[in-house]
Nanobody
Framework: QVQLVESGGGLVQAGGSLRLSCVAS????????MGWFRQAPGKERAFVAA????????RYADSVKGRFTISKNNANNAVYLEMNSLMPEDSAVYYC????????????????WGQGTQVTVSS
């Protein structure tokens, strides 16, 4: 059973940066896909980025390519989401998620979820 705890959300002005962290327990990052999703009020949970357990390229939603970077530290069982050039439309609750197997961009394929962390970008 993989347990995930996010941190690092907050309030930032447009154009600013935030770094989200997710620490996993009950599993090893080298064997799971780690993903970030976000959910704005009244919207479905949407894929942001994911990184595989073994060496392979991460995937990003088109809306965040070039602005967000996902990375991980297997030794610390942690995954990070560096968010730059933030825009008001990036405001949402951000969730860390985990699954075994390959990267998928649909939230329902991820059985393990953190509690979420709020990101608010003011204009």
């Amino acid at each position: 059973q993989v347990q995930l705890v996010e941190s690092g959300g907050g309030l930032v002005q447009a154009g600013g940066s935030l770094r989200l962290s997710c620490v996993a327990s009950g599993g090893t990052l080298s064997s799971v896909v780690m993903g970030w999703f976000r959910q704005a009020p009244g919207k479905e949970r949407a894929f942001v980025a994911a990184i595989p357990g073994i060496d392979a390229s991460p995937r990003y939603a088109d809306s965040v390519k070039g602005r967000f970077t996902i990375s991980k530290n297997n030794a610390n069982n942690a995954v990070y989401l560096e968010m730059n050039s933030l825009m008001p439309e990036d405001s949402a609750v951000y969730y860390c998620a985990a699954k075994y197997g390959s990267i998928l961009t649909t939230a329902s394929y991820y059985p393990y979820w953190g509690q979420g962390t709020q990101v608010t970008v003011s204009s």
